[in-house]
């Protein structure tokens, strides 16, 4: 039977969704069903913050107050309550520092909100990540990749705190506004406060949206310098061996003139923004006060009523000038959230079917029964591969480059799921149990050891973190680098360096054995484990290997044939198809594929001892 898995090869890049789309993915974070504080804090939040709205709303009615007190011009208001202009002026200040205090309030009791939705959606994204296919990752930069995640957890804080603690509070400021300038004076406050402020909002959001394409642009340019920063960084010692580092210079300085460029639109298009608001609030400044001087004139208005109208004016136009950023900062959070939920809705190639369980390894026996599979579905890797490794027993996997050897090795770890045919383990479809418990069962030594910028010791225990200190070094000692490890001046607390580049090629290989034979699992797989050891540590290496392969179900991937001359059982693979099988002896004596590599490689050999 043949089945079919989903590949993110046929996946296409998903576009970053509607603003509402991702505000909508935002909001179970502010309000959670199951956590009743976070939707305690909200609530409480809401409420300091309309205080505050309608304290500062009702500031400029003292201050109106403590002007006609001084002029002598209007009777005192019942609701002053016969207070002075000193009283009514220290009222003013009172009123002030309330509605400043409870802002602060209303900070203090979200914030907590915010960094929980930061943490969950960035905890989330990071699990995401992991959970996506080996094809994923190596079609992606992790610079890149790193970028979206960054930009789109501080977008989380940048929409939570400004869409709901300034743009909501600035409407609602603008209706009370609006409700008082209609109520105590006339129509004609209303209309022009309505015609400027929805000039000014036009013009903003206009101008803003074509920032956005222009900011969008120094986001790429951005994203760019930071891949080939990162990348020429963890290939060091590459661009050192070909005396590019004026070469890698100029590359990144590229992608930097790309992004000043852009970072400069953005500069002269903020001037342009600013200036066009400034106009815009100032004529309905202005237009506004003319009405309330002629209203004083001819004795309508007071002269506090003129310094009110004032106060209203100046309290509004303060939050609508930080519209043009905030409206701006949005839009961007909204593109950078919109990426980042893009990447969270990126499914998986590989998934556990639901219910599946775990795998139980009773005696250890790998089989590939007629195993296809490609990377591509016009170019096929492996036509029909069928074997079977007994309990116990080591087989060899050899054949030239290409053959599909380490690809042998991805779908027994389940990077990939084959397309058609199965590997089962005791039975077991590998595509019916977890992956968890099938990654526990296996260990793995890879031709190219990656170790965490941490200590030797971390690294070990990388294999088992539950392990002992006794544990670890007993590890190492059998991978023959204990030894090397105390000659060291910090020991075990030795730093390795990003990718473990402090150590040598050898050194790095043994820490990953010792890293494997700690993990101790029933089934081995050993790519090429040797490959970048000098002969006599290979030796010792492989007395290691040999010894733990005991009891254990071995799969060995090789170049070099001297390293599995006593392997069980030995399979020939070319072009994705199994040419030979048989032991050591037994290819020789077939004169045939095998021993023909076996002939070069000894001839290779002793040409270089010569």
């Known amino acids: 039977m043949r089945r079919h898995s989903v590949s993110d090869a046929r996946m296409q890049p998903q576009e970053p969704g509607s603003g509402m789309r991702t505000i909508r993915r935002v909001v179970p974070y502010l309000w959670p069903a199951n956590e009743p504080w976070v939707r305690w ?37 019942a609701w002053t309550l016969g207070a002075g202009a000193v009283g009514l002026t220290v009222a003013y200040g009172v009123a002030r520092a309330m509605a400043v205090g409870m802002q602060q309030l209303r900070d203090v009791v979200f914030a907590r909100v915010g960094q929980r939705a930061m943490r969950q959606l960035a905890l989330e994204t990071f699990q995401h990540i992991h959970a996506l296919s080996m094809r994923y990752h190596i079609t992606r930069k992790t610079g890149g990749l790193s970028r979206i995640i960054e930009r789109g957890v501080k977008g989380v804080e940048f929409l939570l705190r400004f869409l709901v603690f300034n743009i909501g509070p600035l409407v609602l400021e603008l209706v009370m506004v609006a409700v008082i300038f209609f109520t105590l004076f006339d129509a004609r406050y209303l209309a022009v406060v309505a015609a400027t402020i929805a000039a000014y909002v036009a013009f903003t ?20 310098a930071n891949q080939k920063a990162i990348d020429s ?31 400069l639109k953005t500069s ?33 208005l ?54 599946a369980p775990d795998l139980e390894v009773r005696e250890g026996r790998v089989a590939f029964d007629e195993v296809h599979f490609g990377y591509e579905a016009q170019r096929e890797i492996l036509k029909g591969i069928s074997f079977t490794v007994e309990p116990g027993r080591t087989v060899a996997i050899v054949g030239p480059s290409g053959s599909g050897k380490s690809t042998i090795g991805r779908l027994l770890f389940r990077f990939y799921d084959v397309t058609g045919g199965a ?41 088992r ?45 043994r820490v990953g054995i010792a890293r494997t034979i700690l993990k101790n699992p029933p ?44 392997a069980d059982q030995i399979v020939v693979l070319e072009d994705g198809r199994i040419v030979e099988r048989g032991t050591h002896d037994e290819l020789l004596a077939r004169v045939g594929r095998y021993a023909a590599m076996w002939h070069r490689q000894a001839a290779e050999e002793d040409e270089a001892a010569a």
């Open 268 to 300: 002269y298009s903020l001037a342009f923004l600013n200036f066009g608001q400034s106009v815009l609030i100032t004529a309905g400044l202005v237009a506004v006060m003319v009405l309330a001087a002629m209203g004083v004139q001819d004795g309508s």
């Open 523 to 566: 089934i081995l797989l050993l790519d090429e484990a040797t490959s970048a050891l000098d002969t006599q540590t290979e030796r010792d290496i492989q007395d290691s290997l040999r010894e733990m392969g005991h009891g254990r179900t071995v799969i060995t991937i090789a170049h070099r044939l001297s390293t599995i001359a006593d």
């Open 233 to 263: 960084l963890l290939n060091f010692e590459t661009v050192k061996y070909f005396s590019a580092e004026a070469r890698e210079a100029a590359r990144y300085d590229g992608a930097l003139r790309g992004y000043v460029a852009a970072a």
């Open 205 to 224: 959001f206009k101008v803003t949206e074509w920032r956005v394409k222009i900011r969008k642009q120094m986001n790429d340019q951005d994203t760019d």
């Open 302 to 355: 007071t002269v506090g009523d003129f310094v009110m109208v004032n106060a209203y004016m100046v309290q509004i136009t303060l939050p609508l000038n930080f519209l043009g950023s905030v409206y701006r900062e949005i839009r961007q959070s909204l593109v950078d959230m919109g990426e980042m939920f893009a990447l969270l809705e990126q499914p998986p190639e590989v998934s556990d079917r639901p219910g």
């Open 41 to 77: 804090r909200v609530v409480v939040a809401m409420a300091f913050l309309l205080l505050s709205k309608l304290v500062a709303v009702g500031t400029p009615f003292f201050y109106k107050a403590a002007v006609d007190a001084l002029s002598g011009e209007a009777p005192s208001a």
């Open 465 to 509: 973190p539950d392990a002992s200190r006794d544990e670890v070094i007993a590890a190492a000692k059998a991978a023959k680098i204990h030894d090397f490890v105390a000659s060291l001046p910090d020991g075990y607390d030795t730093t390795v360096g990003e990718r473990g580049l402090k150590l040598s090629g050898g050194e790095k290989q």
């Open 423 to 463: 590997i089962r383990i005791d039975g077991q479809d590998l595509r019916d149990v977890t992956q968890v418990s099938l990654h526990k069962a296996i260990g793995v030594v890879p031709q190219d050891t990656v170790l965490f910028n941490d200590t030797i010791y971390y690294n070990i225990a990388y294999g």
